[in-house]
Each structure stands twice: as C-alpha cells, then as structure tokens.
C-alpha cells in the first residue's frame, strides 16, 4: 500500500491530470469507486454485523471512540494545523478523524499481536459499514456548511457512488462471497488500484492550486509532527479506553488495531464525492501521511504485543 501511495502522489506531482485529462480521470475515478463499493458490500458478511451488535460491550466503545473521541481530536488538531497550514490542509485533520476504520490491517496485526482477530476483523468491518452513512454527515456537522456543500447533489452523489453499490453487494453475496473469498488476492489489487487512482486525481488537483508552493519546509515539519502526536495519541487512548473497560488483553488489542487505524480506502473515495478535485487533495494530505505513519508503526506495535505476554 506504501508503495500505491507514493506511485499515485509521485505520478501527480510529476504529470498531474490537467483539463479534460481531469475530467476523464474523475469519471474513472468514480466508476472504480462504485465497483470497490460494490465487492465490499458482497465480501463483508451480514451474520458478522449481526454479532458485532450483540457484542455491544466491546463494540458501542469503539463505535464512540472513533467517531466520537477520534472526530473531537480531529477538530482540535484542526485549529493547530490552522497555525502554519493551508485552511483546507487543517480542514483535512477532521476530515482524518471522522473516518472508519481499516479492515485488512484490523485483521493483520491483531493477529500477528496474539490478539482476539475475530473480534477486531468484525469491528472492522462494523465500523467501515458505519462509515459509509456517517463520516460525511458528522464532517458537515464539525467542519460547518463553508467547508463542505453537503445539499442534495452531494447526498445524491455519496448514495449513487457509495451507499447503492454496497446495497447491491449485500443483496448479491449470498451468490458471490464464496467466489470472492477464493480470489481474495485479486480483491487486494482492486482496493490498491481504486485507492491509487482517487489519490492521483486528488492531488492533481491540489498540484494545479500550488500545492508544492504553498507549504515550506517549516510548515511541512509541523503537519508531520501534530500528525505523529495525533497518532501516538490515538493509539494510547484506545488502550487506555479498553484498559477501563476491564477486557481480556486479547480483546484490548483488538480494540487498539480496530479503532485508531484509518482507511484510506474510505477516505480517498470519499474525499472524490465530497470535494473538488482542486480542494480533495489538500484535505487529504494528512490522511496519506497519517496512514504511512500507521502502517511503519503497527508492525512493530504488534511484534511487541506479540513479544510481551505480562504473568
């Protein structure tokens, strides 16, 4: 994934879609989305969702603390990122907290961890079909109406793009789970590939308006920092919140790999609905940072849960 990342923002940066170039590269970007939406919506199982909300000991803290405590410190950092950066580059510290969940590396590293894999995959999954109704509105709701348009266009817009081709999933996956369970490392590819082409149109975008000029060294130093801080935080809190919640170790590190971890695989698409091109890239800049910091820090994290078994 770090290296889809960094392909679509090095191809932007290098030869940005331009014009009717754009406009082309929207609409494909648009109609991958669907597609993604669509497997995802035959891939996530109906019975996982129905235990995840009988589950509702784990699973209501960590339905809260992601688009609740997580959005608050997205509109926090957002006032410090005011400071030194682009409106629309704050803007995207909100827009990072309001997200769902990842649900490969929910499953990955729980269970490289030795943690409850079950339990954080299901409260992945959970979290990210929560996410397709809520981020948007709940963004709206912090960010304020100058921010984003949320009218009718753009309902209509997230409910064609986003919410019709998961319903359609749903409906055809007592047909297709089983084929696309078998080629799960093809459905991998899709997910890269879709993420991939949203980023590149994103920032495109965001190249066309100055990206590269409008930021120097110092204020790009500051955005890394708060976005290290915004992580180290959210990680602790997740743990310290399962901590009070009195769960097994195992569930707790499941709570740590299924809340703090974003989804680009969300947000990218999302940012491709919600904003214009000229604008998505900006937002999304500390989304792209903050999942590469994620991804060079669970590894690790999880080694040394793995490691680390308290008598």
Same mark, same amino acid.
């Given at each position: 994934?770090?290296?889809?990342?960094?392909?679509?923002?090095?191809?932007?940066?290098?030869?940005?879609?331009?014009?009717?170039?754009?406009?082309?590269?929207?609409?494909?970007?648009?109609?991958?989305?669907?597609?993604?939406?669509?497997?995802?919506?035959?891939?996530?199982?109906?019975?996982?969702?129905?235990?995840?909300?009988?589950?509702?000991?784990?699973?209501?803290?960590?339905? +809260?603390? $992601?688009? *609740?405590?997580?959005?608050?410190?997205?509109? /926090?950092?957002?006032?410090? #990122?005011? @400071? !030194? &950066? %682009?409106?629309?580059?704050?803007?995207?510290?909100?827009?990072?907290?309001?997200?769902?969940?990842?649900?490969?590396?929910?499953?990955?590293?729980?269970?490289?961890?030795?943690?409850?894999?079950? +339990?954080? $995959?299901? *409260?992945?999954?959970?979290?990210?079909?929560? /996410?397709?109704?809520?981020? #948007?509105? @709940? !963004? &709206? %709701?912090?960010?304020?109406?100058?921010?984003?348009?949320?009218?009718?266009?753009?309902?209509?817009?997230?409910?064609?793009?986003?919410?019709?081709?998961?319903?359609?999933?749903?409906?055809?996956?007592?047909?297709?789970?089983?084929?696309?369970?078998?080629?799960?490392?093809?459905?991998?590819?899709?997910?890269?590939?879709?993420?991939?082409?949203?980023?590149?149109?994103?920032?495109?975008?965001?190249?066309?308006?100055?990206?590269?000029?409008?930021?120097?060294?110092?204020?790009?130093?500051?955005?890394?920092?708060?976005?290290?801080?915004?992580?180290?935080?959210?990680?602790?809190?997740?743990?310290?919140?399962?901590?009070?919640?009195?769960?097994?170790?195992?569930?707790?590190?499941?709570?740590?790999?299924?809340?703090?971890?974003?989804?680009?695989?969300?947000?990218?698409?999302?940012?491709?609905?919600?904003?214009?091109?000229?604008?998505?890239?900006?937002?999304?800049?500390?989304?792209?940072?903050?999942?590469?910091?994620?991804?060079?820090?669970?590894?690790?994290?999880?080694?040394?849960?793995?490691?680390?078994?308290?008598?």
């Amino acid at each position: 994934m770090i290296a889809v990342l960094v392909i679509a923002t090095g191809l932007a940066l290098a030869l940005p879609a331009m014009g009717e170039t754009r406009e082309a590269a929207q609409i494909v970007s648009n109609v991958s989305i669907f597609l993604l939406f669509l497997v995802n919506g035959m891939r996530i199982a109906r019975g996982e969702i129905v235990n995840a909300i009988g589950n509702w000991r784990f699973f209501a803290p960590l339905v +809260l603390f $992601v688009f *609740g405590g997580m959005a608050m410190m997205g509109a /926090g950092f957002s006032f410090l #990122a005011a @400071l !030194f &950066a %682009a409106p629309e580059i704050a803007l995207g510290f909100i827009f990072l907290g309001v997200l769902p969940s990842t649900i490969q590396s929910a499953t990955s590293y729980t269970t490289l961890a030795g943690g409850n894999a079950a +339990l954080s $995959v299901v *409260g992945a999954a959970l979290i990210n079909i929560l /996410g397709v109704f809520v981020s #948007a509105p @709940l !963004f &709206a %709701a912090l960010a304020g109406s100058a921010a984003v348009d949320l009218g009718t266009e753009t309902i209509l817009r997230i409910g064609m793009i986003l919410l019709l081709p998961f319903v359609i999933g749903q409906v055809l996956q007592g047909f297709t789970r089983s084929w696309l369970i078998k080629q799960k490392s093809k459905v991998v590819w899709l997910d890269r590939i879709v993420i991939g082409i949203a980023v590149y149109v994103a920032m495109s975008g965001a190249v066309a308006q100055g990206l590269m000029t409008s930021m120097s060294p110092s204020a790009a130093s500051w955005l890394t920092l708060i976005t290290v801080v915004f992580l180290v935080l959210a990680y602790g809190l997740a743990w310290k919140i399962s901590g009070f919640g009195g769960y097994a170790r195992a569930d707790r590190i499941a709570f740590v790999f299924a809340g703090p971890q974003k989804s680009v695989a969300i947000g990218a698409p999302l940012a491709a609905i919600l904003f214009e091109p000229a604008v998505a890239g900006f937002v999304i800049a500390p989304l792209l940072l903050y999942h590469l910091l994620q991804l060079a820090v669970a590894a690790p994290l999880a080694t040394r849960f793995a490691e680390y078994q308290p008598d």
